[in-house]
């Protein structure tokens, strides 16, 4: 049985690819934070879900692992812009060190699950490839930057290393994201009849869905390293590149309900186009979903109950309450516990 360890595995990504590499027969050690919660992961027996932090793995932690897909990250714009330092140890320098380890203790692949935000900012007439000129604006595009151009010089004959630049994620996952652009969009409809749209609406942004973007590092464990060692792939399909106006416009129509736009925000700095035409002619792979059945889907999950906004889903403010917390939990913890509830017995007596 093959052992794949996934990184950032109770994330919004991890916490649907996990069940899926289990359903076909791998071993999974899921290792993460799990800053939002232990109960994204569902047990199972050839689950072993590992509360460590990315920067401090050693060398034990590979040592039976056949396959590193490396999902962790600080995972998102505002976050690397409120947590500059911490990103780039996590997204940049935590990877390198997983990747180096892997290679070390005779890990055959190493998966590095980037983004297409690092194409940054395009003219509007370019539309680019793996090869075009990168131009990463933020300290999270940066980060991700920095680790592929230092995992990809790793990848030789024994150790495959494959970079994944993902479009923007949309779809529901146990760990739901409503941060992101669909499934703002598909909230704010639900919600309220309103559709949040990022000013000016004529911006580039590809999307995929999160079943399609982890059906992609599925198949990378069962492709031939000849065809992926060392490659960079861009993973969506060209006709999920939208323009935001666009893209609120095809999931207005798939909704159920009457709904407008809501304008907000500073014109968007970051506009691209991309080419997904690498993944599709050399791994045959093709995207199951448009934009709008992921709003659809969302849209149904908010509506019988199954999907909720909590502050969890907007990654900045739930890192924001961490932090409040642990200054709180710090300044009044006091012989190992505040109140000391458990032990009093006096707890059950709360709820
Ligand atoms: N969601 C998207 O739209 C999208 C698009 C392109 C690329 N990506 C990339 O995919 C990856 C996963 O994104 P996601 O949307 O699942 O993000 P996420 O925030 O839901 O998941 C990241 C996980 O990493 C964990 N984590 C953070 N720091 C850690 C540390 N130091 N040690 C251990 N665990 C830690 C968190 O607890 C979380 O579970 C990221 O690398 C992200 O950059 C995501």
Not at 215 to 236: A, K, Q, R, S, W
Request: hydrophobic share 40%; proline share 4%; glycine share 8%.
């Amino acid at each position: 049985m093959q052992h794949v360890l996934v990184t950032g595995a109770g994330g919004y990504i991890g916490s649907v690819l996990v069940p899926k590499l289990l359903d076909r027969g791998y071993r999974v050690t899921a290792i993460d934070r799990f800053y939002f919660g232990l109960d994204k992961l569902v047990p199972h027996s050839n689950l072993t879900m590992l509360q460590e932090d990315c920067r401090h793995l050693t060398e034990e932690h590979f040592s039976t692992v056949d396959v590193v897909i490396d999902l962790v990250a600080i995972s998102n714009d505002p976050s690397g812009e409120m947590f500059k330092e911490v990103t780039y140890e996590i997204n940049h320098s935590a990877r390198v060190r997983a990747a180096t380890l892997a290679k070390k203790m005779g890990v055959r692949q190493y998966i590095l699950p980037s983004s297409c935000s690092i194409y940054g900012f395009q003219d509007r007439e370019v539309i680019v490839d793996e090869v075009a000129n990168t131009n990463p604006l933020t300290v999270y595009a940066k980060a991700n930057e920095k680790a592929e151009q230092d995992v990809l010089p790793l990848a030789d004959n024994y150790f495959s290393v494959t970079v994944l630049r993902q479009a923007t994620v949309y779809g529901p996952s146990p760990r739901m994201r409503f941060d992101l652009a669909v499934n703002g969009m598909a909230f704010g409809a639900w919600e309220k009849g309103v559709i949040p749209l990022m000013r000016d609406g004529s911006q580039w942004r590809p999307m995929v869905h999160v079943e399609d973007t982890t059906d992609v590092m599925c198949l990378l464990l069962e492709t031939d390293p000849e065809l992926i060692n060392g490659e960079i792939f861009n993973v969506g399909s060209n006709r999920n590149n939208y323009q935001l106006g666009e893209l609120a416009q095809e999931i207005a129509t798939a909704l159920p309900i009457e709904v407008k736009v809501d304008w907000y925000g500073e014109p968007d700095h970051r506009s691209y186009r991309v080419d997904f035409g690498k993944i599709e002619e050399r791994l045959g792979w093709k995207a199951k979903y448009t934009a709008a059945d992921g709003a659809l889907q969302i849209y149904k999950a908010l509506e019988n109950g199954t999907l909720e906004k909590t502050e969890q889903t907007i990654t900045l403010n739930w890192y924001k309450q961490l932090v409040k917390w642990e200054r709180i939990v710090k300044q009044v913890d006091k012989y190992g516990g505040i109140l000391e509830i458990e032990k009093a017995g006096s707890f059950a007596s709360m709820q």
